[in-house]
């Protein structure tokens, strides 16, 4: 398994575990824990992803780490919008959109100061595999705590 895979296991874990108090922030980075569910097995799936504030909710970048293929939370939130997620000690029920490239500008220079490593991730998907990366709007729905 690689590291990346265990890191994400044991933020997963603490991010649960804590009920939020641990594992809202990764090394500066807000962080969202996202409940999608399975678009072929229709269950639960946790995973922390990186987020940047937006008016209206939050945004998350389907990046891979600049990799060649979507990542299967993608795919899930794509075939199931409505999920719920946790922002730090928040439990909120969303609705995934993606935005359009003119807004995905409009908030590219927040998220890269927030997260620098975003650049490179973007410059990797689309010069190396010729992927653009979608950003998504997680509406807020209802706030459930």
């Known amino acids: 398994?690689?590291?990346?895979?265990?890191v994400t296991r044991i933020h997963r874990s603490l991010y649960k575990a804590?009920?939020?108090?641990?594992?809202?922030?990764?090394?500066?980075?807000?962080m969202v824990l996202m409940h999608t569910i399975g678009a072929k097995s229709g269950e639960t799936r946790s995973i922390p992803v990186a987020c940047y504030p937006?008016?209206?909710?939050?945004?998350?970048?389907?990046?891979n780490n600049g990799g060649p293929k979507m990542p299967a939370w993608?795919?899930?939130m794509r075939a199931h919008p409505e999920f719920e997620v946790q922002f730090k000690r928040e439990k909120r029920r969303v609705r995934a959109e993606q935005i359009g490239?003119?807004?995905?500008?409009?908030?590219?220079?927040?998220?890269?100061?927030?997260?620098?490593?975003?650049?490179?991730?973007?410059?990797?998907?689309?010069?190396?595999?010729n992927r653009?990366?979608?950003?998504?709007?997680?509406?807020?729905?209802?706030?459930?705590?």
């Open 1 to 6: 398994m690689a590291d990346w895979q265990w």
């Open 18 to 30: 804590s009920n939020g108090r641990i594992g809202g922030n990764l090394m500066g980075i807000p």
């Open 54 to 63: 937006h008016p209206e909710g939050l945004l998350v970048l389907a990046s």
């Open 74 to 76: 993608y795919h899930n």
């Open 101 to 129: 490239e003119d807004e995905r500008l409009q908030y590219w220079d927040a998220m890269a100061e927030i997260n620098p490593r975003i650049v490179h991730y973007w410059h990797t998907a689309q010069a190396e595999h």
């Open 132 to 145: 653009k990366i979608p950003v998504i709007l997680l509406r807020t729905l209802e706030t459930l705590n």
